[in-house]
């Protein structure tokens, strides 16, 4: 099956990125409720430290995480960086003292966002930056007026959108060069999802957008999902390579599409390395069409 180890985000651009294609997402570095300080602290460092020793160069984060929690981590864990890191965040989305996850969308929140991410990450340039649409988000044209703003005042290299749907991906097309798509896709989530707001994002549907025009894939919660459904036929083909199911979905997505870029997240050192294991899965075309 087609499965290449590398994936160029912004290709046409003239400062493509080549990264790995098993990426690491930091959003469970966190405490309860993806909020605070994570209950342990050492492993968590210890994780973001393995990401090198594993050739991940690509990591998933956002200053909303903890708040602040992961961009903290990441700075102590692996500041100075690598030169071919990538650390992608987002913006768009703040909490609130109860957890509660808001909008943070208008040009001027954007900005504080980046200005609060650079600063703890101790950047002079974020590259690449998603925003993230939140629930009762209005406006999108302009805050993707006032993320194209920054990029071309040097504070992002390349902009991405995160929990888009296919209009909305298309709107921000028409606008300037977007460069990935962080949305919810996995086995499991694959057609006209509705979230917990009974708002739709048809997953295949961006999917095809992105091949089409060689944009990124950047799922999240395509483990989380997933495994709470309890796919017989994953369990079926875990068995076959003597695999965990977390594995074999990881390993569906890797050969689903070559515009698909993984990013599983975990806050336990074990579970990091079994998914690092993930990409030596190699799925043949029967694999795929019995889990399809």
């Known amino acids: 099956m087609n499965n290449p180890k590398t994936i160029t985000i912004a290709g046409s651009s003239s400062h493509p990125l080549t990264v790995n294609r098993l990426g690491y997402g930091t959003m469970r570095l966190t405490g309860p409720g993806f909020y605070g300080e994570p209950p342990r602290r050492d492993e968590a460092l210890e994780i973001l430290r393995q990401t ?9 984060t956002a200053d909303y995480y903890g708040e602040d929690v992961t961009n903290r981590l990441i700075e102590e864990a692996l500041y100075p960086y690598k030169n071919d890191l ?36 101790k950047l002079d340039q974020i590259t690449l930056v998603h925003f993230r649409v939140m629930h009762g988000d209005k406006g999108f ?50 057609g006209d999802l509705n979230n917990q707001y009974g708002e739709t994002r048809g997953a295949e549907d961006i999917l095809h957008i992105c091949e089409e025009n060689e944009i990124p894939l950047v799922p999240f919660f395509s483990l989380q ?5 309890k796919d017989e036929r994953i369990a079926e083909i875990a068995k076959k390579y003597n695999a965990t199911e977390a594995q074999v979905n990881i390993a569906w997505l890797l050969h689903r599409s070559p515009w698909i870029l993984p990013i599983p997240g975990t806050s336990s050192l074990k579970h990091f390395e079994e998914n690092v294991k993930a990409t030596d899965i190699d799925l043949t075309e029967e694999d795929m069409k019995f889990l399809d």
């Open 52 to 60: 090198t020793t594993h050739d991940i160069n690509f990591l998933d």
């Open 86 to 121: 990538v650390i992608c965040t987002k913006v768009g989305g703040a909490r609130k003292p109860d957890k509660s996850w808001i909008p943070f969308n208008k040009p001027e929140n954007l900005r504080t966002s980046i200005e609060n991410n650079l600063r703890t990450l």
């Open 141 to 190: 044209q302009a805050s993707m007026e006032a993320m194209f703003k920054m990029q071309e005042e040097g504070k992002i290299l390349h902009v991405g959108v995160s929990n888009v749907n296919a209009d909305e991906l298309n709107k921000a097309m028409s606008m300037g060069s977007i460069a990935t798509v962080e949305n919810m896709y996995g086995h499991a989530q694959r």
């Open 225 to 229: 999902t997933a495994n709470a459904k």
